[in-house]
């Protein structure tokens, strides 16, 4: 990193701060329509703070749901373009009890800032903002570059692959960046080249037309929680596999380099499992947790509830359970498939006396980039530079749901570039961010963006 961009951003910290923290007041939530006017707030809050970090045609595009933030800055001809996505939306908040100060005020203590959207997506989003401000204001960006932050993230990024595909020419670029994934520890820098997908759905079970009162009925009626819980038991065996005929077909094994990798990771099974409070740990045979939380598909049953959940007893026999299920997903799975065939057993195996209506919710396809790109490559040359050590290359666990379709209609090389931890509770209570890993990533964009003139 230049002398004077280092400068610039060492001069500017406590006030950079102080911006993400007004950034971090907003709540801007997605998934709560009684945040609507916080989204359109959020967006423009973030276009003032584009254009006035030197970026130019800054503008709020709307879609048929919440508005896209666009801007950009095109002065170094023949040097690549670069794309970078983030997202201004954040999770619901609850339970609010468990926050140790309020999600949208934010605090600053032991080194970190806590607040709903610190890590996920806004601070590591504003890093970028940032980091391009301080090569724009040094004269030093010699690449191009394009914003697209959205406000849709949360909720499956319903309107924006219309948007992209409507969009294509104003977004199309040499290489895609995102941070809105985690390195592997607070020292140890690791770069993303793989992404779970995702599709989930709503299970409704009925047996009678109403509850029951269990004096009267009980046994000779069928129970919908029991039907449920039946029902459900069969999804799993007790090895951990998904006993869904045909879940694992398109599954494609992991190649011996990639065991190799994951096996050479600093990860220790034992502190994992006292961190989490776990009596033990569980999964699929056969393969390492890293590799079952990141590289292996799984089913989780996600929420259950009938009958009645009041203080004290109601002894009623219920007519109705439901139950939320979701599927993390590798490459080579179709979300649709994956739900036609968990469709299918649930329907085949439903216990007699009960009915079940199904709803699919949402849906993302996996992604796997390769690792010899060469913007992968200058992304680990930046972390390097940023953090001091080679970093690692790992697959996460988790889904963003818009990095496939940006990747396929684009046509662009993705780089996923975070900075955050896993710890850092993400759509948690006591979100927060470290500010150590705040400063070294911004370090790292600069070299990131500095080393990227010299790729074609």
């Known amino acids: 990193m230049s002398d004077a961009a280092a400068q610039y951003l060492a001069q500017n910290r406590e006030q950079h701060?102080?911006?993400?923290?007004?950034?971090?007041?907003?709540?801007?939530?997605?998934?709560?329509?009684?945040?609507?006017?916080d989204i359109r707030k959020a967006a423009e809050w973030l276009a003032q703070a584009l254009a006035g970090s030197g970026l130019e045609n800054v503008a709020i595009l709307e879609t048929s749901g919440n508005p896209v933030v666009y801007?950009?800055?095109?002065?170094?001809?023949?040097?690549?373009?670069?794309?970078?996505?983030?997202?201004?939306?954040?999770?619901?908040?609850?339970?609010?009890?468990?926050?140790?100060?309020?999600?949208?005020?934010?605090?600053l203590r032991d080194g970190r800032?806590?607040?709903?959207?610190?890590?996920?997506?806004?601070?590591?989003?504003?890093?970028?903002?940032?980091?391009?401000?301080?090569?724009?204001?040094?004269?030093?960006?010699?690449?191009?570059?394009?914003?697209?932050?959205?406000?849709?993230?949360?909720?499956?990024?319903?309107?924006?692959?219309?948007?992209?595909?409507?969009n294509a020419k104003l977004l199309a670029a040499d290489t895609l960046v995102i941070s809105d994934s985690s390195i592997f520890?607070?020292?140890?820098?690791?770069?993303?080249?793989?992404?779970?997908?995702?599709?989930?759905?709503?299970?409704?079970?009925?047996?009678?037309?109403?509850?029951?009162?269990?004096?009267?009925?009980?046994?000779?009626?069928?129970?919908a929680n029991h039907a449920l819980v039946e029902l459900l038991a069969t999804l799993h065996g007790k090895d951990g596999t998904v006993q869904v005929a045909g879940f694992y077909d398109d599954v494609k094994p992991l190649s011996g380099e990639e065991r190799a990798a994951y096996a050479a990771l600093p990860h220790d099974d034992e502190a994992y499992r006292q961190t989490l409070a776990l009596p033990a740990l569980h999964g699929e045979v056969g393969y390492s947790t890293l590799e079952r939380?990141?590289?292996?598909?799984?089913?989780?049953?996600?929420?259950?509830?009938?009958?009645?959940?009041?203080?004290?007893?109601?002894?009623?026999?219920?007519?109705?359970?439901?139950?939320?299920?979701?599927?993390?997903?590798?490459?080579?799975?179709?979300?649709?498939?994956?739900?036609?065939?968990?469709?299918?057993?649930?329907?085949?195996?439903?216990?007699?006396?009960?009915?079940?209506?199904?709803?699919?919710?949402?849906?993302?396809?996996?992604?796997?980039?390769?690792?010899?790109?060469?913007?992968?490559q200058t992304a680990a040359a930046a972390y390097e530079a940023g953090w001091g050590v080679k970093p690692l290359f790992t697959r996460?666990?988790?889904?963003?749901?818009?990095?496939?379709?940006?990747?396929?209609?684009?046509?662009?090389p993705v780089v996923l570039m975070g900075f955050g931890l896993d710890s850092d509770n993400l759509h948690a209570p006591n979100e927060h961010f470290e500010l150590?890993?705040?400063d070294r990533g911004l370090t790292t964009l600069i070299h990131f963006y500095t080393h990227l003139q010299a790729v074609r």
Not at 18 to 32: E, K, T
Not at 73 to 95: C, E, R
Request: aromatic fraction near 6%.
């Open 17 to 37: 701060i102080a911006q993400l923290v007004d950034f971090l007041r907003i709540p801007s939530i997605s998934a709560l329509s009684a945040h609507k006017p």
């Open 71 to 107: 801007a950009d800055h095109l002065h170094a001809p023949g040097k690549p373009t670069v794309l970078i996505y983030g997202h201004y939306d954040v999770q619901p908040v609850d339970p609010l009890n468990l926050w140790v100060t309020a999600p949208f005020e934010p605090s």
């Open 113 to 166: 800032i806590y607040a709903r959207g610190s890590s996920d997506d806004k601070g590591q989003t504003y890093m970028h903002v940032k980091a391009l401000e301080a090569l724009i204001r040094t004269g030093e960006l010699g690449v191009n570059v394009k914003l697209c932050i959205e406000g849709e993230e949360e909720i499956g990024s319903v309107h924006l692959v219309p948007f992209v595909e409507q």
């Open 185 to 223: 520890s607070a020292d140890q820098p690791a770069i993303c080249y793989g992404l779970r997908g995702l599709c989930a759905l709503q299970l409704d079970l009925i047996t009678a037309n109403s509850d029951l009162h269990s004096g009267t009925y009980g046994g000779a009626v069928p129970n």
């Open 293 to 376: 939380s990141s590289a292996r598909p799984t089913l989780e049953i996600n929420g259950i509830y009938g009958g009645f959940q009041g203080e004290g007893t109601k002894t009623v026999i219920p007519a109705q359970a439901h139950a939320k299920i979701t599927c993390r997903l590798v490459d080579h799975q179709d979300p649709e498939r994956v739900l036609d065939l968990i469709e299918g057993h649930l329907r085949q195996n439903c216990p007699e006396g009960a009915a079940i209506s199904l709803t699919r919710i949402d849906k993302g396809r996996p992604f796997l980039t390769s690792l010899e790109s060469p913007a992968i």
């Open 396 to 412: 996460m666990g988790g889904s963003i749901p818009i990095v496939e379709p940006l990747a396929r209609i684009l046509q662009v």
């Open 436 to 438: 150590a890993n705040y």
